[in-house]
Nanobody
Framework: QVQLVESGGGLVQAGGSLRLSCAPS????????MGWFRQAPGKEREFVAG????????YYADSVKGRFTISRDNAKSTVYLEMNSLRPEDTAVYYC??????????????????WGQGTDVTVSS
């Protein structure tokens, strides 16, 4: 059974930074693309960033390009989302996710099959 646990959320002022972490279990981490999604109150969940199974390619939503960085440490079986220059509109629950099949690119939201419980990120103005 695949389980994903996020950590690192919290309250931060606009312009600040946070780093989210996610450590999946129940799968061979190094074989799977990983991604981060978010859902703001009253809105649909949206793709934020994805990283290929080997870390060789990353993908970002236009709204976070240049501010957020996704990375992975396969030795630690952990994926990160470094968030800088945070804005109030970044306020959301952030979810870690993994694709349903190994050796994926991480760029297609519909390929993600397993989700964490989410961590709250609140950016105050």
């Amino acid at each position: 059974q695949v389980q994903l646990v996020e950590s690192g959320g919290g309250l931060v002022q606009a312009g600040g930074s946070l780093r989210l972490s996610c450590a999946p279990s129940g799968l061979t981490f190094s074989r799977y693309a990983m991604g981060w999604f978010r859902q703001a109150p009253g809105k649909e969940r949206e793709f934020v960033a994805g990283i290929r199974w080997d870390g060789g390619i990353t993908y970002y939503a236009d709204s976070v390009k240049g501010r957020f960085t996704i990375s992975r440490d396969n030795a630690k079986s952990t994926v990160y989302l470094e968030m800088n220059s945070l804005r109030p509109e970044d306020t959301a629950v952030y979810y870690c996710a993994t694709e349903g099949a190994p050796y994926g690119m991480g760029s297609t939201p519909r390929n993600y099959a397993h989700w964490g419980q989410g961590t709250d990120v609140t950016v105050s103005s």
